[in-house]
């Protein structure tokens, strides 16, 4: 099992490139602030954190490890807190919903940081659904009561989003991640538990002793279809002793582990079904990677789905590691890193 691991993770890194680091500016002291625990009327857990846009007041914001980029929709701001360009942007989610709109300069500040100049970022015009999924979210309310991470339902979610997960590339006018062009250019995300009242938190510019004990992936696999980066690992079902291994992303937007494999019928793993999974051969990590399906649950529900293009197997871990580990990322070295947590 352990040379078919070997083989899936070459055969990953032979069909995809490596990717183009961000420019970040000199580090900057550490910050710390919250992460709030947002659930929605049916049930659904965001994640948000206050962004400052220009000189306006904080905008809770949704936190999403698995989109890249500052995304604003009509209403959040006024207008002369960014400057207008000239380039158009559209944007797409997992969940089917399209951003169209045009590209804007703002200085972004999450707690007592900021970019040191301002970056692009989307201003929302107009919503809508891909072609492949017609009944998205998006489909469900008007543009004026829509909100990121929402789910369609009216009045709900977040009139911004910031995408913070590590791009596979980096082009020009791209609208990018906020924290690549803030301090150090890395941060540890640890996310509120279900079920917990206390907050969770965002440590931007780390020092020494908020890293001890990180187990850094180095090898990071992109995925253009994702726009985001990944690390290798399987995922165990324990139940029927079976292993899906390919890039596993990290998405705090999702609320569920989705499997894209050909090693499987697509189906939902049922209540009481356990499953683990495994980062890479590090045994340090194997500890509280243990879970049990219970839909009732945030973040333990498993979806095994068709395969997407030529890889064998892609999976979206979705909010579950985040519930075990400590997340640590770095745009500048390209590096992910988790950390058990107590």
Request: proline share 8%; hydrophobic share 35%.
């Amino acid at each position: 099992m352990r040379m078919q691991r070997i083989l899936i993770f070459a055969t990953v890194t032979v069909l995809l490139s490596a990717c183009t680091k961000p420019r970040v500016h000199e580090a900057s002291d550490r910050v710390e602030i919250q992460i709030k625990q947002n659930i929605l009327s049916n049930g659904d857990v965001r994640y948000s954190i206050p962004v400052r846009i220009g000189n306006a007041a904080p905008v809770e914001t949704m936190l999403d490890t698995g989109s890249t980029g500052l995304r604003i929709l009509p209403g959040a701001i006024s207008p002369d807190n960014y400057v207008l360009t000239d380039h158009s942007n559209d944007y797409g989610y997992g969940s089917g919903v399209t951003m169209s709109g045009t590209v804007g300069k703002a200085t972004v500040g999450v707690g007592g940081d900021s970019t040191n100049e301002s970056i692009p970022i989307q201003i929302v015009q107009k919503i809508g659904c891909s072609k492949d999924k017609p009944a998205c979210p998006a489909s469900r309310v008007a543009l004026s009561a829509y909100g990121f991470g929402g789910d369609g339902l009216p009045g709900e979610g977040f009139k911004a989003i910031i995408g913070v997960a590590l791009p596979p590339s980096r082009q020009q006018g791209e609208v990018v991640n906020p924290f690549g062009h803030m301090g150090s250019g890395a941060w540890i995300i640890v996310l509120p538990r279900p079920g917990r009242i206390d907050p969770g938190k965002l440590i931007i510019n780390p020092d020494q002793n908020d890293l001890a004990g990180f187990t850094l992936f180095k090898d990071l696999i992109p995925l253009p279809r994702f726009k985001t980066q990944s690390i290798a690992g399987c995922l165990h079902n324990q139940t029927a002793n079976k292993e899906f291994c390919g890039p596993i992303m990290f998405d705090t937007g999702a609320n569920l582990t989705t499997v894209w494999t050909s090693l499987a019928p697509p189906r939902n793993w049922p209540d009481g079904m356990r499953g683990a999974f495994i980062f890479g051969d590090h045994a340090d990590l194997k500890a509280g990677a243990e879970f049990v399906v219970d839909h009732a649950t945030p973040g333990s529900k498993v979806n095994i789905k068709p395969p997407l293009g030529p890889l064998p197997t892609v999976i979206n871990a979705g909010i579950l590691p985040y519930f075990r580990y400590e997340v640590y990322y770095n745009v500048e070295k390209n590096e992910i890193g988790l950390k058990q947590r107590e």
